[in-house]
């Protein structure tokens, strides 16, 4: 089967997690004196579990080539983990939704605009990062800590994206 | 006075906080079978005090002209805070040595190499956001709770940056 690939919105993606964007953001508002405007709040970062803590990080993206083969899936049952591109480049999101074992047809897949990120809720399965452009830095906020924090899901079906 | 601006290094800016990049990163792994290398733990989220929760905002910036006149500086006692440009141009950062008022002297400039973030420490004064380029964007980790978490200093004297 082959994946229909949509535009990454705020309410497509709410299943999932947050969109990272200041296009869609709830809440902004004027600090500093009239030089910044700060769009609030725009993910929930949810590591605390088993004594966990905020990491940040910086992934460097090899790109994949479309169309790729989704293989695999995973989720980390204890934590959040959020994606912000380090230039407004549009990269692809897999995740299928919230379930013990998704089956092909329960996965979703969307490419965001550029200056997007996404941040999955803890316990949304996903496929690793899919950048499409050289060299592309993400900021990634996950957890530290410890525990068993990675589950993953095989599939033998032939699942495309792109 | 004249403010030095100071090119950013991990070691220079070490007494404020975290530089935020790949080229000095202590710790580094490659990942989801060769697509990406982690650059790990890269700052020090410290924002859990008074019940306190990790907050990720986007700050869009407006640019500051240089020289551009110091006339204050702010802290945040209960928190960490962290600015990631959204794309890889500099900005400038101004800081000052801790310590409960600090001295035009004790003020310190730096200027970022474009793919850098910055994070200071809980309680480090700092001056706002200075953005060189129109509409720039920032990644902001702060922190969401209780508490009043932020201390100003005014400056009278002439305190110049660039």
Request: one cysteine or more; a negative charge; glycine letters at 8%.
């Amino acid at each position: 089967m082959k994946l229909t690939i949509e535009p990454l919105t705020h309410e497509a993606f709410a299943p999932f997690g947050d969109v990272i964007d200041c296009d869609g953001a709830a809440r902004h508002y004027t600090i500093n004196e009239g030089y910044a405007e700060r769009y609030h709040d725009l993910a929930t970062i949810d590591v605390a579990a088993d004594g966990g803590r905020p990491l940040v990080n910086i992934f460097r993206a090899k790109p994949r080539m479309l169309p790729l083969r989704i293989t695999m899936l995973e989720r980390h049952p204890l934590s959040s983990q959020a994606f912000i591109p380090l230039a407004p480049v549009p990269f692809v999101v897999v995740v299928a939704t919230p379930g013990p074992a998704p089956q092909p047809r329960d996965i979703r897949c969307f490419k965001t605009r550029g200056a997007q990120g996404v941040n999955y809720a803890r316990g949304i399965w996903h496929f690793p990062l899919i950048a499409l452009e050289p060299a592309q830095d993400f900021l990634v906020i996950d957890r530290g800590g410890q525990g068993e924090n990675c589950d993953v899901v095989d599939y033998s079906e032939l699942i495309l994206v792109g």
